[in-house]
């Protein structure tokens, strides 16, 4: 099974759009998927216009089993854990937990019938995001076509490397960074790219050219569907369709 996190530190560079499709991807090619909205924003949630009547900060707080909080078939093959608001008091109420880093870990031990558990993360190196990251073994960077967005991506990586050595038994590799909203014609486009595939932890791992800008990934959201749903002939279908095939291939 595979275990993805989505994670970036900087806001608004694609995560939750990324992460949504790459599960969504991934069920349309047949494989069972559970995805985990790890953010109190809940913007998994309200993209797919999911109305749960039990949640991920319950699951968390052992007072609600996964199969209390997985909604079923959200999409063909496609299971949803969603988050609320309410989860922005989590860290706090979980405070005096033994061993709060791996709850997530603990709470989905037992879910084996998927394929590939899908993991948004919230855009903060806190202690869901800690959880999201002892679950996962692989993670997707995605990052804006902004300098401040390579920053985060470092950090991001920066936090990886510390919970290598805070756990050094988790294996947690990166799987990709992916470049969002890539208008290549833009100096501001050339430029960040220029500044990930120069980085030592980060050009390695680019995957080109990353997902196009374009318009329809916002109609599709405000419509609340994947961009398969609602522009399957778009640039933004092809390019997700291509990052869906690469992850695809990792799935054991």
Request: hydrophobic letters at 45%.
């Amino acid at each position: 099974m595979l275990r993805l996190a989505v994670v970036n530190m900087k806001g608004g560079v694609g995560k939750t759009t990324t992460a949504i499709h790459i599960a969504a991807g991934l069920a349309a090619r047949g494989l069972r998927v559970l995805l985990v909205d790890a953010d109190p924003q809940g913007n998994i949630g309200h993209t797919l216009k999911l109305q749960p009547s039990r949640t991920f900060e319950e699951l968390m707080l052992g007072e609600a089993s996964p199969d209390e909080v997985i909604l079923k078939s959200i999409r063909p093959c496609l299971d949803a854990i969603a988050s609320t608001p309410a989860g922005f008091a989590l860290e706090r109420r979980l405070a005096g937990e033994t061993q709060r880093e791996t709850i997530l870990t603990r709470r989905l031990r037992n879910q084996t019938d998927y394929d590939a558990v899908i993991v948004d993360c919230s855009p903060a190196m806190n202690l869901l995001t800690y959880n999201a990251l002892l679950f996962a073994d692989q993670l997707v960077v995605p990052v804006g076509m902004d300098l401040m967005a390579v920053i985060g991506a470092r950090q991001t990586l920066s936090g990886v490397a510390q919970v290598r050595e805070l756990w050094p038994e988790r294996t947690l590799g990166v799987l990709a960074v992916v470049p969002t909203f890539v208008h290549a014609g833009t100096h501001a486009a050339r430029a960040t790219l220029s500044a990930l595939e120069g980085d030592a932890a980060i050009g390695a791992h680019i995957f080109r050219p990353g997902i196009r800008q374009c318009l329809d990934l916002s109609y599709a959201t405000a419509s609340h569907q994947t961009i398969w749903e609602y522009a399957p002939r778009s640039r933004a279908a092809v390019d997700y369709g291509n990052l869906v095939d690469f992850v695809a291939e990792r799935v054991r």
